[in-house]
C-alpha cells in the first residue's frame, strides 16, 4: 500500500519568505508527527497530531513554525519569514495511534522535503 | 532530558565484516529503543525495538539487546553486505510519551 508521501521534495527559497511542506499519512492512521533533521544531526521533534486532540506544539523551534492538520488527513507545515538556520530536512510520520501500544505505535517515515534557505 | 548517543560515522568495512554500531541512552523512565535506517534516496524504516531490559531485537541479521545496567542498545551484523550501506539512527521513546528521540546518526559503508 502507499507510504507516507511529502512534497515538495526539495524547496529553495530566499531569506524572508514563507514555505509550506505538505504530508500525506497513511491512510488510517490516526497519529502524524514532523521532525526536522539538519545536517549531520539526529532528529528533532517538532510537532504532533493525534485525532482530533489538541497538537502536541512543544518542539516547535519559534512561532515562524505552524502546523495545521484537518482529521485524521494532510498535514502543512508552515514556516513564516524563513532564516537560513531553517534549512533541514522535514520529515514526517503517521502511526495507527500514538500510545504505548505496540506494534500500533510504530512510525512510518516519509521520504521528507530538502528546504534550503538562501 | 533524555537523549541518545551513537558512535559517529562514518563506518567503512568490508563485505563480509562484522558490524558493531554503540548506541547508549539516557531515560527517566523505561523506554522502547529503535534502531532506524535510512537507506540512500530514502525514508526511515524501522529495522527493529525492543521494549523492555533485556529484550533482544532483531531483523534483516542485524541484532541488538537491550541493556538496562548499561544503558546501551548496540546495533550488531555478523557479516555485512554491500546492501547493507546506509545511516542508522538509534531512538527512543518513553512509555508514556509518542516522541522519538533520536542519536546523530551513523553512517556504514561497506565495500566490496
Known amino acids: 500500500g502507499a507510504g507516507v508521501s511529502q512534497s515538495p521534495s526539495n524547496k529553495v527559497t530566499e531569506k524572508g519568505k514563507d514555505v509550506e511542506l505538505r504530508c500525506d499519512p497513511i491512510?488510517?492512521?490516526?497519529?502524524l508527527y514532523w521532525y526536522r533533521q539538519r545536517l549531520g544531526q539526529g532528529l528533532e521533534f517538532l510537532i504532533y497530531?493525534?485525532?482530533?486532540?489538541?497538537?502536541?506544539k512543544s518542539g516547535l523551534p519559534s512561532d515562524r513554525f505552524s502546523a495545521e492538520r484537518t482529521g485524521e488527513s494532510v498535514s502543512t507545515l508552515t514556516i513564516q519569514r524563513t532564516q537560513q538556520e531553517d534549512s533541514a530536512v522535514y520529515l514526517c510520520?503517521?502511526?495507527?495511534?500514538?500510545?504505548?501500544?505496540?506494534?500500533?505505535?510504530?512510525?512510518?517515515f516519509g521520504p521528507g522535503t530538502r528546504l534550503t534557505v538562501l | 532530558g533524555d537523549s541518545v548517543t551513537q558512535m559517529e560515522g562514518p563506518v567503512t568495512l568490508s563485505e563480509e565484516a562484522f558490524l558493531t554500531i554503540n548506541c547508549t541512552y539516557t531515560?527517566?523512565?523505561?523506554?522502547?529503543l529503535f534502531w532506524y535506517v535510512q537507506y540512500p534516496g530514502e525514508g526511515l524504516q524501522l529495522l527493529l525495538k525492543?521494549?523492555?531490559?533485556?529484550d533482544k531485537g532483531s531483523n534483516k541479521g542485524f541484532e541488538a539487546t537491550y541493556r538496562k545496567e548499561t544503558t546501551s542498545f548496540h546495533l550488531e551484523k555478523g557479516s555485512v553486505q554491500v546492501s547493507d550501506s546506509a545511516v542508522y539512527f538509534c531512538?527512543?521513546?518513553?512509555?508514556?510519551?509518542?516522541?522519538?528521540?533520536f542519536g546523530s546518526g551513523t553512517r556504514l559503508l561497506v565495500r566490496p
Open positions: 531515560a527517566t523512565g523505561y523506554p522502547s
Open positions: 525492543a521494549t523492555k531490559a533485556d
Open positions: 497530531f493525534q485525532g482530533n486532540s489538541a497538537p502536541d
Open positions: 491512510s488510517g492512521h490516526t497519529a
Open positions: 531512538a527512543l521513546s518513553e512509555d508514556s510519551s509518542y516522541k522519538l528521540i
Open positions: 510520520a503517521s502511526s495507527l495511534v500514538a500510545d504505548g501500544r505496540a506494534p500500533y505505535n510504530e512510525q512510518f
